[in-house]
């Protein structure tokens, strides 16, 4: 059996539909199978049900919008350098 930290990384990915599906079928049959894998998906789900939760903005009043000259420099830089530009203060 992986240890819990892998096995919860396979679960996060799970949740998400990232894995391929041999490998998806197998988490699918260990969850069912083991009492401890079990425990363990439920409280990922819950996770990941609490972060789709969060992610969602029902503010009317928010607005958001971009230049997109700068989403498309943003994609093609470097993401070294995009740390570093986040980390400046904003002029």
Known sequence: MKSSPELREKMWELCYDL?????RSALIAQIKS???????YAEVRLQADLVGYA????DP???LSADPEKVKAADLAPAAG???EAA???A
């Open 55 to 58: 992610a969602t903005v029902d």
């Open 61 to 63: 009043s928010l607005i």
């Open 82 to 84: 995009r740390r570093k």
């Open 88 to 90: 400046r203060p904003a």
């Open 34 to 40: 083991d009492p401890h894998a079990a425990r363990l």
């Open 19 to 23: 894995l391929p599906e041999g490998e």
